[in-house]
């Protein structure tokens, strides 16, 4: 089964999306990954995607990538066709491009040549450590400790080095990763304004990610626990206290995509149940024959198209430069919130047409039910977009 991609010929689009679109349908559906271990399929995925070039598109060209800088309709037009064909596929390209999003816009030189052509070819392995316990949709509530090394009693220590103590949450590719992009606070009075980001080696003495967290669509995922981890100054990741406005332009680029995946995942729902429909006997006739699946599916194409046209046009606000940083940010929220949401309806009215088949183990929608669900989650809960988009409109 593959993805239409008609959609590529909408203004937002240029060319380079079409050469997405025209290519990698077939290669994704060449690609049989045995995804029982969820952990050894995304080290499978990340080989595939690194060996077919597609990882390519989570780094800028300068460091290996295929685009001059990053893409967010590249990143929506991939992700959008993996998660059509599988989920997993779509989370190990989206974790090389988040975990090292941060270095692409604020690595120094020497940093982006160390790990980003690493990430483009599937030889590192990247990973984005934000949340804590205490900090998810609040940020800057982070307790992660950075000291300065030799405040730290470490005399011999070289001036900015920091040693990272305390704890991290619900990291993506914990435990697998080879590198972390780790948030932590460099002056814990100064809220948002005091934190600071660093990239940490898995191999890092201090560092502990074994503790695997178990979730109903599995997927990689750990905890992290720094005691004092010792990060050098070269692995500081941009300027002193200034983490917060990184994450947050990492994940504005990243936000428009977890709309692109879901867009993926509601279109193979859709397809599901168009098939699905146009086979099923009931009362003399097929299950597409009745004026209710007619509704429930038209309903359903409309509610991706909306979430479909917020999301490109919020990648095309992003890499074209449209309105102001504010507008963008709104943008990519507005899309992240309709896609996502539209998205688990979408999935849900797919199921109830499948009948007892939707909820029976191994079927693509009971899957794909379990898969949308963290999506309205991760990377801004749905409430954390309707904070942003809320608080624009109040004050434009
Ligand atoms: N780009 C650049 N700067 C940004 C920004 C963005 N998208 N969003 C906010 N900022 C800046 C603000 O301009 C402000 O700057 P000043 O200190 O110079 O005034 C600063 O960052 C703090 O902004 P704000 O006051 O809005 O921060 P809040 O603590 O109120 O947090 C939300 C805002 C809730 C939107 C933020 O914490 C958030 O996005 N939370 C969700 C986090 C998330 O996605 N977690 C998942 C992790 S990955 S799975």
């Not at 949340?131 to 950075?146: I, R, T």
């Not at 949401?341 to 183990?361: F, Y």
Request: hydrophobic fraction near 45%; charge should be negative; include cysteine.
């Amino acid at each position: 089964m593959s993805p239409s991609t008609e959609h590529l010929v909408l203004p937002f689009f240029d060319d380079a999306h079409r050469d997405i679109g025209a290519r990698l349908p077939e290669w994704v559906n060449a690609q049989d990954v045995d995804e029982r271990d969820d952990r050894a399929a995304c080290r499978e995925w990340v080989r595939r995607l690194g060996e077919g070039g597609w990882l390519r598109y989570c780094v800028p060209g300068a460091h290996g990538g295929a685009l001059p800088a990053l893409d967010s309709r590249a990143l929506v037009v991939l992700r959008e066709t993996l998660a059509f064909h599988s989920p997993l596929a779509d989370f190990a390209f989206a974790m090389q491009g988040l975990g090292s999003g941060a270095i692409s816009i604020a690595g120094s030189p020497a940093q982006q040549a160390a790990y980003l052509p690493a990430v483009a070819r599937g030889d590192k392995i990247a990973a984005f450590a934000l949340s804590e316990p205490g900090a998810g949709s609040d940020v800057a509530a982070m307790q992660l400790q950075a000291t300065p090394a030799r405040a730290d009693c470490v005399a011999q220590e070289p001036d900015g080095a920091f040693m990272l103590d305390g704890r991290k949450t619900w990291i993506s590719n914990g435990g697998m990763a080879d590198f972390y992009c780790v948030f932590a606070k460099t002056e814990p009075q100064a809220g948002s304004r005091g934190i600071s980001a660093f990239i940490v080696d898995a191999d890092a003495p201090g560092l502990d990610a074994s503790g695997h967290i178990e979730v109903m669509a599995p997927h990689p995922l750990a905890e992290l626990v720094f005691t004092r981890c010792r990060v050098a100054a070269e692995q500081q990741l941009g300027e002193l206290n200034a983490g917060f406005k990184l994450a947050m332009q990492t994940l504005d680029i990243f936000r428009a995509s977890v709309a692109g995946a879901a867009l993926g995942m509601a279109r193979r729902a859709l397809a599901e149940a168009v098939r699905h429909a146009g086979r099923r006997r009931m009362f003399g006739q097929v299950l597409a024959d009745f004026q209710l699946t007619q509704a429930r599916l038209g309903e359903m194409a409309a509610l991706i198209d909306a979430g479909a046209l917020l999301t490109y046009r919020a990648a095309w606000m992003r890499d074209t430069g449209q309105g102001s940083m504010k507008e963008r940010s709104v943008a990519a929220a507005m899309a992240k919130m309709v896609a996502t949401e539209n998205a688990q309806r979408v999935i849900d009215m797919a199921l109830q047409l499948h009948g007892g088949l939707g909820v029976k183990v191994g079927s693509k929608v009971e899957s794909l039910y379990r898969d949308i669900r963290a999506l309205r989650i991760y990377e801004g809960a749905t409430e954390v977009q309707q904070l942003i988009i809320g608080k624009a409109v109040l004050q434009p």
